[in-house]
T-cell receptor, first 115, second 112 residues
Framework: KQEVTQIPAALSVPEGENLVLNCSFT??????LQWFRQDPGKGLTSLLL?????REQTSGRLNASLDKSSGRSTLYIAASQPGDSATYLC??????????????FGKGTKLSVIP | EADIYQTPRYLVIGTGKKITLECSQT?????MYWYQQDPGMELHLIHY???????EKGDLSSESTVSRIRTEHFPLTLESARPSHTSQYLC???????????FGPGTRLTVT
């Protein structure tokens, strides 16, 4: 059974700092990996999707990498801003049998960017 | 504008009541999902649908039921709400196999 772990559970950084969030998964047979952002009491916003054949994806100040063989992904945030404060979720998409693919989520990293 | 909608956003209801959480999407996606999320915990898939008249249960056992009569609509029903059903329920949709999932704003349900 696929398990997704995110470290650290919480992170507090001063504004302007670059930071890295980590995600690891136990089964490397994934279809793709998706990073989300969740603000308190709200739904999820998709940030980046990396296909299993890709090594990284970039969107603005965000860069996500994927090392499928070692079961790891990182989300790099450059020049952090207070508006980046949120919980960041990692989810892996894998075949779950009977023709279905399912997302398995980590518990997230709660990021606080201090002005 | 293509989007995914959930109503109500917040609901406080007494034990034993029947409730339906609504989810609609205007993106024309075939695949739709319901997830349950307790505070500080990961999301768990409780139901999914790959098209009209197709519904399946997810990994997390749930006493809720779903229906998919129209492509854009995927409501979730609890026949008799209990305090253990208190949680946040998130609806999502996607266009193709393993493709990016888009989430609605969620319904926060409290059963007293």
């Amino acid at each position: 059974k696929q398990e997704v772990t995110q470290i650290p559970a919480a992170l507090s950084v001063p504004e302007g700092e670059n930071l890295v969030l980590n995600c690891s998964f136990t089964d490397s047979a994934i279809y793709n990996l998706q990073w989300f952002r969740q603000d308190p009491g709200k739904g999820l916003t998709s940030l980046l999707l990396i296909q299993s054949s890709q090594r990284e994806q970039t969107s603005g100040r965000l860069n996500a990498s994927l090392d499928k063989s070692s079961g790891r992904s990182t989300l790099y945030i450059a020049a952090s801003q207070p508006g980046d404060s949120a919980t960041y979720l990692c989810a892996v998409h894998a075949y779950s049998g009977a023709g279905s693919y399912q997302l398995t989520f980590g518990k997230g990293t709660k990021l606080s960017v201090i002005p | 504008e293509a989007d995914i909608y959930q109503t109500p956003r917040y609901l406080v209801i007494g034990t034993g009541k029947k409730i339906t959480l609504e989810c609609s999407q205007t993106m024309g996606h075939d695949k739709m999902y319901w997830y349950q999320q307790d505070p500080g915990m990961e999301l768990h898939l409780i139901h999914y649908s790959y098209g009209v008249n197709s519904t399946e249960k997810g990994d997390l056992s749930s006493e809720s039921t779903v229906s998919r009569i129209r492509t854009e609509h995927f409501p979730l029903t609890l026949e008799s709400a209990r305090p253990s059903h208190t949680s946040q329920y998130l609806c999502a949709s996607s266009g193709g196999t393993g493709s990016e999932q888009y989430f609605g704003p969620g319904t926060r349900l409290t059963v007293t």
